[in-house]
């Protein structure tokens, strides 16, 4: 595998701990590559719905994802804890880059890397939407 | 829905946190049914590895998944924790039978129920296999 | 594993031809137990969709499932396919129960049977609701 | 969402037919980002299978995904088909990056784009291992 590019949690302004499932094992016995963009978003969303800025049944604006990656540096597996870090790395005018590293049990170097780009769109007329000042002052929180 | 058969966390020996993912919502804001059962699996199976009852990549013995059951009392959402009971209801010659409830968040009443049945087989082989002394006092303490 | 049913392809109604994906696999090489439930509600909710009976994002009545069970007799690996069977076991007045067969590849004996139970509730006050005669009709025509 | 790169069916030279799946659908009523991916992995892999050159429980070389990106262009929704399209885009001494497009139904322009680069260990010592002669004339195939 390639070595990580060295960026250790301090790197990362919000954390959460996401424990590993059964079914996330793939034959080889370790995570499967699919399953770290789940904890990838649910990282993301999570400290949306927590800081007040999304409400995903009934708010009019959608975060759509348009692009994502992840470079993978070492195996995680069941029932290893994940501890997913995130930093805004840029701020558009209706889009949002986040840099993500997840982190296995207690390490410090990232088992991975990637990052999430979220485009916001109205929820009817999908047609990008400027994000609001609250949003900005919460992303900048952990820019 | 039905009722819940008012089973609360009292009937239930172990337990383990699995918090929601984003991902495990469907087109109706709510955890896929599917989804349930990898709580299942993932409560059984950690709980077998912490007692070294279990070791997925080395065992000569495999616990296959033989007949599952769940029953739907309450909606659970992301980002909602999990809060997952078992008690072991039988115990076979190389058969094991679980049951199963899932909390959400601090609430008592299950949001689902269900059971979860392993049979032991050699790895190689796929012959039925009798439980071990030790596995047997293992599941004792949680039935 | 215990013996199959002996209830063959000739049992079900409607089936569905459904490839399995890398990352249904666990780690001892099968599909997961979890897995079997999503060709459930896919052969259930794709059928709905075909015959007009559902339209999951502005219907104004939701199928809730409160009930799933699935009895596993033969192991299932990527890249096999999965046919899935059902028929219509019973229609109550605001639900229905589907009985599930899944094979593998061109077998005729079934990898997995099981049920699945949908309750019909308004969309937006999660109340019990009757069935259409529209929709008594299309699942009659699979009972 | 970004305008996809105009690059259709034409550029990728094996394809595989891919039914989405009801719980691949996310609250917003479309598949979810993280499903892509198993896309990816399930024609790559696949792909590999049919061409003798992976054996997932005995093989004595593994592929390991090091890294995997997605652009997404317009939105899939169950019960869609996606068409999944690979090209080998580069060989190396032990690893192949693929091209991947994703088209839904029989559109021609592509829903997603990206990529999946796998590298070759020996499945004991994790260790990089170049790729088999037999290999490099199966990716040669679709370069």
Redesign the interface.
Known sequence: ??NSSNIGRVHYRHFL???T???D?????HV????Y??????VV??FL??QGQLD??KGKV?G?????????FAPIA??DVVVAGIRVAHIGTSSVRYEIGLFKNDEDNPAAEGYFVH?YVTRSGNKPTPLSTQMRSVLAKIS
């Open positions: 595998m390639p701990t996401i424990p499932r059964w079914m094992n793939d034959v080889y016995g499967n590559n699919v399953v963009y789940s904890f990838f978003d649910t969303n999570k719905i927590e995903y049944s959608v759509l994802v348009v692009e994502t990656k992840c470079q993978y069941f029932p485009v």
